[in-house]
């Protein structure tokens, strides 16, 4: 009887000394950053990062069957990060663009995405145009900075903020007279924020439609993997479950196959 339980206990040991030797040892858990200041795709719920994207990437790790750490990083010291080979991924609502293709891999595309005007109520912003010569506010670094600088060219009167939280401030303290970032954000913020009394104007004539990716260093190793795990979720329904749970309705998968 003794001896029975003697050996049970240590083939107990021997497999926790594997299990941990195989999760610590082998190096291989993937560090993933992010920028969690975006609602509704990342954000900090106390201490933990939340949102569309946190919940697409896991489904898309566990597809995939590898191991990870979301580790939030902040907006421009994620590219450097990337650029560094210090994390493995990024997923960021990034927008996939001929720029950025130079320097980083992206996934297949998993959002669509378009700038959006955020202002105060009682504005004469009507469109994109309505902008110049104003002060208007960007996450620095973003689609928004430069599709601002594509129709009035570089100028001091486009204002960067490290994080769209900040931009988003500066319009409420009347530094600038309207924000420029992705839709789906702006408009969470509009919806959340009742008592702030702000409006959201949309221009598809003078912004583009964008896609989002899961960022790479350039020629790293899990492009491949992830693809297939988020062409998976994507067929088999839980990208919809995800998607429905953050935006309310179905999303238009399609127009991510073209
Ligand atoms: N989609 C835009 C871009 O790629 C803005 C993304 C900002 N993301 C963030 N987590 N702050 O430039």
Redesign the pocket.
Known sequence: MEMKRKFKMGLIGLSAAFLVACSSGSGDKLTVG?????AP??SLDGDKIVGF?VELLDAVMKEAGLDYELKNKG?DP?FIALQNEEVDAGI??????DD?KKSYDFSSPYFE?I?MILAKEGTSIKSAKDLEGMKVSV?N??????ALEKMFGKNENIKKYE??VLAIQALLNGEVEAVV??NA?VQEYEKNNPDKKLVTISDKENFES?F?GIIFPKDGEHQEEINKAMKKIIDDGKYAEIYKKWFGEEPNVDVLKQ
């Open positions: 992010t920028d969690a200041a975006y795709f990342e994207d907006w994620l960021s609502a990034i927008t996939i663009n950025r995405s700038n996450q670094g973003t689609t928004g900075q430069a994080n769209n970032a992705d954000v964008e989002y």
